[in-house]
């Protein structure tokens, strides 16, 4: 049996290994960066890890603190563009610092992510209840 469009949106997007998550600054102007994530039903989850920062106080926590509405982003880019396609999932973000409250979303990640057998995924972690899903693929060669 094939995929329905819902199906097919979903799957591309928990495949993608990069999305990115739009935040609001609390002044009101946008805030875009790229993050690992993985999708556990219909909530998506990214942790703050051990990579190379230059603060722990990251700009996306004080968004999603003052601001809980967020977008997410996965697209392929092909040369031939026949074959673009984008998902968006968006929702509302809050932060978790327990991490009894995420084991199912570490595991997820770890799981996900080979790199986190060496990097620590210290928290604290950003769960977005995602509300609707948005897609669009191309249908053809363009003109």
Known sequence: MPLSLEDRDRERFAAAPVARLATVRPDGSPHV?????????????????????????????????????????????DEDWSRLWWVRADGRARVVSDRRDVEEAITALVSK?????????????????????RSWASRGRPE
């Open 33 to 77: 960066v790229p993050i690992v994530f993985a999708l556990v039903d219909e909530v998506v989850w990214t942790g703050v890890d051990a990579k190379p920062k230059s603060t722990v106080a990251l700009q996306r926590l004080t968004n999603i603190a003052a601001e809980p509405r967020v977008s997410l982003l996965v697209d392929e880019y």
């Open 113 to 133: 992510y080979s790199q986190y057998q060496e990097v620590s995924l210290s928290g604290p972690f950003v769960r977005v209840g995602v509300e609707s899903w």
